[in-house]
């Protein structure tokens, strides 16, 4: 079974620092994607960032990189110059391309302080 | 309306109604899902349809009853609740053979069972 660990179930940052959330997955597939996604108190999940597995290069999304290692089994999320509205639950989710199932992590609650 | 729409907002029951969950894509997708969200637990896949296929969770309880008339339509019916199934339940739809680009979300809805 593929499962999803978030470690840190709250983090806090600074407005315009850096931040990292992480995440960890177990899997025996060699070809899959990684999620991250955001759920603000609208309570909507949204995209993030993804990744494929089979591409080495991490992911970026303006503000948001990750730091993907696949032997590792690591993905994180890096949220640089923090902004209030990026306070949110972050979801890491693992998928396989077949079938069609996601799985999440417990989720991080990021608070950003002005 | 885009993406997805979910229906009612807030719900509150009592153990002995019967009451439905609507959830609604305007996505072109054909692959729709139902997830349970509890508090600092990892999101929970009860139920998943797609091509037309049900796929479903063996643990979901039979007090939970899903309908899927057409791929842009999803039920999730619910009698003689328990209160441990107060959480907030989440659609999401996809499109098969993009599994790269995730899921999308509705707003979900959440469920009091007095």
């Known amino acids: 079974a593929q499962t999803v660990t978030q470690s840190q179930p709250e983090m806090s940052v600074q407005e315009a620092e850096t931040v990292t959330l992480s995440c960890t997955y177990d899997t025996s597939e060699s070809d899959y994607y990684l999620f991250w996604y955001k759920q603000p108190p609208s309570r909507q999940m949204i995209l993030v960032i993804r990744?494929?597995?089979?591409?080495?290069q991490n992911a970026t999304e303006n503000r948001f990189s990750v730091n993907f290692q696949k032997a590792a089994k690591s993905f994180s999320l890096k949220i640089s110059d923090s902004q209030l509205g990026d306070a949110a639950m972050y979801f890491c989710?693992?998928?396989?391309?077949?079938?069609?199932?996601?799985?999440f992590g417990a989720g991080t609650r990021l608070t950003v302080k002005p | 309306e885009t993406g997805v729409t979910q229906t009612p907002r807030h719900l509150v029951m009592g153990m002995t109604n019967k009451k439905s969950l609507k959830c609604e894509q305007h996505l072109g997708h054909n692959a729709m899902y139902w997830y349970k969200q509890s508090a600092k637990k990892p999101l929970e896949l009860m139920f998943v349809y797609s091509l037309e296929e049900r796929v479903e969770n063996n643990s979901v309880p039979s007090r939970f009853s899903p309908e899927c008339p057409n791929s842009s339509h999803l039920f999730l019916h619910l009698h003689t609740l328990q209160p441990e199934d107060s959480a907030l339940y989440l659609c999401?739809?996809?499109?098969?053979?993009?599994?790269?680009?995730?899921?999308?979300f509705g707003s979900g809805t959440r469920l009091t069972v007095v």
């Open positions: 989710a693992y998928r396989r391309r077949i079938p069609n199932d996601m799985r």
């Open positions: 990744q494929e597995a089979y591409k080495q």
């Open positions: 999401a739809s996809s499109q098969v053979g993009a599994e790269g680009a995730g899921y999308t």
